[in-house]
């Protein structure tokens, strides 16, 4: 399954800040008030990134009143799991090696 983005998943994850935000948004919908409290960075900066974020499609907002609250969208993710589950082959690879040298060395 392929999901529609004006940003790249990759670029959007890049950014600590966006990672952290997107950690705060599992399992809850907050406000962007209620987001800003939980950072060092300003409203403004924190908005930048929520815009980055809903671009590649993982969060999502939603008006309620007078405010705009947001909801992580972790479909996108998919996307990453794919790509990293290729190179796990060639992780299991080295640590299968790594195992084998210390139990030689070990005997």
């Known amino acids: 399954m392929v999901y529609e983005s004006r940003h790249d998943v990759f670029q959007a994850i890049s950014d600590p800040s966006r990672r952290s935000l997107l950690n705060l948004l599992v399992?809850?919908?907050?406000?962007i008030t209620g987001i800003t409290?939980?950072?060092?960075i300003n409203r403004t900066a924190v908005n930048k990134h929520l815009h980055i974020l809903s671009n590649a499609g993982l969060v999502k907002s939603q008006k309620?009143?007078?405010?705009?609250?947001?909801?992580l969208k972790p479909e996108p993710l998919i996307e990453l799991q794919n790509w990293l589950s290729f190179f796990e082959q060639y992780w299991d690879k080295k640590l299968l090696a790594l195992k084998k040298f210390i139990e030689e060395d070990n005997d």
């Open 27 to 31: 399992g809850k919908e907050m406000s």
């Open 37 to 40: 409290e939980c950072f060092p």
């Open 64 to 71: 309620v009143g007078r405010e705009t609250r947001y909801t």
